[in-house]
């Protein structure tokens, strides 16, 4: 049973509630220029600035003391933490009757259509409310580590201007950062003494003096009487800059806590609202949620334009890899935003073709390893493909394809006799891994890759493509003779004639690797393998020692070098951990095959940060990065950039069955064996939203805004009314389309019980329409009759089973 409490609609309004005891960790949350990290108590544990690269603050806390008697005021019954997309709540209770209520949220406003975004800011909002028959008078103590993880040599001041501390590095002078509130501190100080922060009895009046030299722990006090059934609200900041004028103007920049996190919630509001999924599942729907939720949380605007790290708060790097994988989900999210971070692979790729590994968001300083051919560089090619395919911008096409033409060319020069990409790379680890497991330690995969060379296969058919498109069509025809040759070579020498699978990888000494790993994905993903073979793979990835509860392992549990915990080859469990990002390359893959078990990946992985958070080390609706084989606690970092955007994508282009090319779109929904339901509303495409919903009625039937050219059959309608649909329940997913006099509206039952409720629609309805209803539980369309209008507008009681749905058909005749 979980712990946690899921609040809201599971597609629209996920939210967790959980008990203040119950965390291990708080949310990891973020804008354009700031970055946070929330502890198990609520607490600001750390502060980290996009441009600068560093942490610059520390723990930021609050300490509150009753005034007359000096005592400490702690809770002593758990309180409760709530965690939204974009900010996390505090609520406990003081023994002196004083209700707390702390937010904490970094502002993320929609940029500006000039490029414009907010300026750094991270807000700790308080609301002290008192419950009782008498005033009550209390000290609130904030206290903030000042210098962060920069060098011990921080100097602060106190600003009389801002009401606040300012503090920089004497050897960083502009790593300037600003700490104050929004009521002037009735006393402050910077100081070493951090016992004064968890005394037992107030500290008083502090000095008003800033000496505290190279390691300030700097404070402020504020002090509040509040009547009867009244509230004191105030709120800090910690804003920085470089220099003390940018720091000083970016803190006042920072508008008061309601209206910033007013605008936070509206850019969120705004970007969940896209790409939305209903399915039965509710787990299924929040993950396609909190997926967007965490990619929002990493999209920073860094010196050298818009990226992600990977390694939020830890890492200045952007990943080649990585970043390709984001655009596949960003494309339906901000597509915007994957391609600029495509087009800094673009700007930095190097002369021969090859794309770089990483390169440094602060100043686009590049490395690739030293390898002659890696992963980075088909990615790229399939990246900027998909997001042409999704957007239609033939401008960025024409942009794009001279790198992708020169990174195809380069592929083909790195191939072997055999007609295989080669790795030459005798080193181990970064230096001698191609692939996406390559912090392996001691550990080479190079030579022939499976992995590899399906990505290269699908690059360069995807370059010839591109040709085609922009009329070059000697050159696509030469693209796809080779892509074909690839695709033969690959059939010819990787696969395993012993068990009808795929080799790990010839090895650079000759030898065939015969492991079998998560990795034998690849050649399903990306079309090398033929539908026998990819039956047989996604069969034997489903077998029980690839699998836990919360996701696949890396290495078969069976398997010699199987290491659960990385404590072999370095600790990132590559050999036998539960890489989330696996799991969903595999719902992708097995959509096709086994909806089943698509399901169920996307399911059991996205409930595990749930279910238990203080003992998985996870936290609710927050996607870590990877887990131990064994016990499936939580061992990488927090947020993993990398894993909500194929979430996203493995949920609309896998389960939902959306498939992008250049000169068509078809749809073919993969309903699991107890999905009788699913839809996708709001999806961005080309200028354009679609909308659609598939039911067995009982034949599987496709509603759509849209034409797709290839499909189940289905029912074109013009205008896409969800958003005016409404259902009653949490549990109700609800949608609708409309064209004239005519609409079609869906009811979908989340939950695991039949229930009673009613279905009503918020658009202009005149006259009467005849209505025929088809009852999943009852397996049959009913004929409603003629109903008047003003009836379907109170609304239209419907009985829906456990997971099943509803589906009302209506056309005005009066």
């Known amino acids: 049973m979980s712990i946690t409490k899921e609040l809201g609609q599971s597609e629209k309004v996920a939210i967790y509630e959980t008990p203040d005891n119950e965390l291990a960790i708080g949310s990891t949350l973020g804008g354009p220029k700031a970055a946070c990290i929330i502890k198990a108590t609520g607490a600001i544990q750390l502060i980290y600035s996009i441009d600068s690269g560093q942490v610059l603050f520390g723990t930021v806390m609050l300490r509150h003391y009753a005034s007359v008697t000096g005592m400490h005021l702690t809770h002593e019954q758990p309180g409760t933490f709530l965690i939204h997309p974009e900010h996390q709540e505090h609520k406990y209770a003081l023994p002196n009757g004083v209700g707390v209520h702390e937010t904490v949220f970094v502002l993320s406003g929609q940029p500006g259509t000039d490029g414009a975004v907010d300026p750094p800011g991270v807000y700790l909002a308080v609301e002290l409310h008192n419950g009782t028959d008498e005033a009550v008078e209390m000290e609130t103590y904030a206290y903030a580590d000042l210098r962060g993880q920069t060098g011990h040599d921080v100097v602060a001041e106190y600003d009389k201007t801002l009401n606040a501390l300012v503090a920089w590095n004497a050897s960083e002078p502009d790593w300037v950062r600003v700490f104050g509130c929004s009521e002037p501190?009735?006393?402050?100080?910077?100081?070493?003494?951090?016992?004064?922060?968890?005394?037992?009895?107030?500290?008083g009046a502090l000095s008003n003096k800033t000496e505290a030299p190279t390691d300030p722990l700097g404070a402020l006090q504020h002090s509040h009487k509040i009547a009867p059934g009244q509230t004191a609200r105030f709120f800090y900041v910690m804003s920085f800059g470089s220099g003390r004028k940018e720091a000083a103007r970016n803190y006042k920049d920072c508008p008061p806590a309601a209206e910033a996190l007013e605008r936070t919630k509206a850019h969120y509001h705004d970007a969940l609202g896209r790409a939305v999924l209903v399915t039965p599942n509710a787990q299924v729907n929040r993950g396609v949620l909190w997926a967007k939720a965490n990619m929002m949380r990493t999209m920073i605007k860094a010196p050298t334009g818009w990226c992600f790290v990977n390694d939020p708060t830890r890492s200045n790097n952007s990943v080649g890899r990585d970043t390709c994988w984001f655009a596949y989900g960003g494309d339906f999210l901000n597509p915007s935003f994957a391609r600029d971070s495509l087009l800094a692979y673009v700007r930095n790729?190097?002369?021969?073709?090859?794309?770089?590994?990483?390169?440094?968001?602060r100043n686009g300083k590049t490395e690739d390893y030293g390898l002659n051919i890696n992963d980075n560089t088909p990615l790229l090619i399939l990246a900027l493909w998909h997001h042409y395919n999704a957007t239609g911008d033939k401008d960025f096409l024409k942009e794009v394809y001279p790198a992708a033409l020169k990174a195809a060319r380069y592929i083909l020069s790195q191939r072997n006799a055999q007609g295989l990409v080669w790795c030459t790379a005798t080193k181990t680890s970064d230096w001698g891994i191609i692939g996406w497991r390559n912090v392996i330690a001691n550990y080479r995969l190079s030579g022939a890759s499976t992995e590899v060379n399906s990505e290269c296969h699908a690059a360069l058919r995807t370059a010839s493509h591109m040709a085609r498109v922009l009329d070059k069509h000697d050159e696509s025809a030469e693209l796809a003779q080779e892509a074909e040759a690839l695709k033969t070579a690959i059939n010819t020498h990787l696969k395993n004639p012993q068990n009808g699978l795929y080799y790990l990888n010839i090895d650079i000494d000759g030898y065939p690797?015969?492991?079998?790993?998560?990795?034998?994905?690849?050649?399903?993903?990306?079309?090398?393998?033929?539908?026998?073979?990819?039956?047989?793979?996604?069969?034997?990835?489903?077998?029980?020692?690839?699998?836990?509860?919360?996701?696949?392992?890396?290495?078969?549990?069976?398997?010699?070098?199987?290491?659960?915990?990385?404590?072999?080859?370095?600790?990132?469990?590559?050999?036998?951990?539960?890489?989330?990002?696996?799991?969903?390359w595999f719902a992708f893959a097995a959509a096709h095959y086994n909806p089943e078990f698509m399901d169920h990946a996307l399911s059991a992985s996205?409930?595990?940060?749930?279910?238990?958070?203080?003992?998985?080390?996870?936290?609710?609706?927050?996607?870590?990065?990877?887990?131990?084989?064994?016990?499936?606690?939580?061992?990488?970092?927090?947020?993993?950039?990398?894993?909500?955007?194929?979430?996203?994508?493995?949920?609309?282009?896998?389960?939902?069955?959306?498939?992008?090319?250049?000169?068509?779109?078809?749809?073919?929904?993969?309903?699991?064996?107890?999905?009788?339901?699913?839809?996708?509303?709001?999806?961005?495409?080309?200028?354009?939203?679609?909308?659609?919903?598939?039911?067995?009625?009982?034949?599987?039937?496709?509603?759509?805004?849209?034409?797709?050219?290839?499909?189940?059959?289905?029912?074109?309608?013009?205008?896409?009314?969800?958003?005016?649909?409404?259902?009653?329940?949490?549990?109700?997913?609800?949608?609708?389309?409309?064209?004239?006099?005519?609409?079609?509206?869906?009811?979908?039952?989340?939950?695991?019980?039949?229930?009673?409720?009613?279905?009503?629609?918020?658009?202009?309805?005149?006259?009467?329409?005849?209505?025929?209803?088809?009852?999943?539980?009852?397996?049959?369309?009913?004929?409603?009759?003629?109903?008047?209008?003003?009836?379907?507008?109170?609304?239209?009681?419907?009985?829906?089973?456990?997971?099943?749905?509803?589906?009302?058909?209506?056309?005005?005749?009066?």
């Open 185 to 203: 501190p009735a006393s402050h100080e910077t100081s070493l003494d951090h016992g004064k922060a968890v005394a037992d009895a107030s500290p």
């Open 349 to 361: 790729q190097e002369k021969s073709g090859k794309v770089v590994e990483y390169y440094d968001i």
């Open 513 to 584: 690797r015969t492991d079998v790993t998560s990795d034998l994905v690849f050649p399903v993903m990306f079309g090398v393998a033929d539908e026998e073979t990819s039956a047989r793979i996604v069969s034997r990835l489903s077998d029980k020692d690839f699998w836990t509860a919360a996701g696949i392992r890396t290495t078969p549990r069976d398997a010699p070098d199987y290491d659960p915990a990385g404590l072999v080859n370095g600790p990132y469990g590559l050999q036998g951990g539960v890489w989330l990002g696996c799991s969903f």
């Open 606 to 814: 996205f409930r595990n940060f749930s279910m238990d958070p203080r003992r998985n080390n996870t936290v609710p609706g927050q996607f870590s990065e990877w887990l131990h084989g064994e016990t499936l606690t939580n061992e990488g970092m927090m947020l993993s950039p990398w894993d909500p955007p194929r979430y996203l994508w493995a949920a609309i282009e896998g389960a939902a069955g959306l498939e992008l090319s250049d000169d068509s779109l078809s749809l073919r929904p993969r309903l699991a064996p107890n999905w009788k339901w699913m839809g996708v509303r709001n999806l961005p495409y080309r200028g354009q939203r679609l909308t659609w919903f598939v039911v067995r009625a009982p034949d599987v039937q496709l509603y759509t805004n849209f034409h797709p050219q290839q499909s189940e059959p289905y029912q074109a309608y013009d205008e896409d009314i969800s958003a005016q649909v409404e259902a009653g329940l949490d549990s109700v997913c609800a949608m609708g389309l409309r064209q004239g006099d005519k609409l079609v509206l869906l009811a979908g039952n989340t939950g695991g019980q039949t229930i009673n409720t009613s279905i009503r629609v918020n658009v202009p309805l005149s006259g009467a329409y005849r209505v025929r209803i088809y009852e999943s539980l009852l397996g049959q369309w009913l004929d409603r009759g003629v109903i008047p209008a003003e009836r379907l507008r109170q609304g239209h009681v419907l009985q829906i089973e456990r997971m099943g749905f509803s589906l009302l058909e209506m056309q005005q005749e009066v």
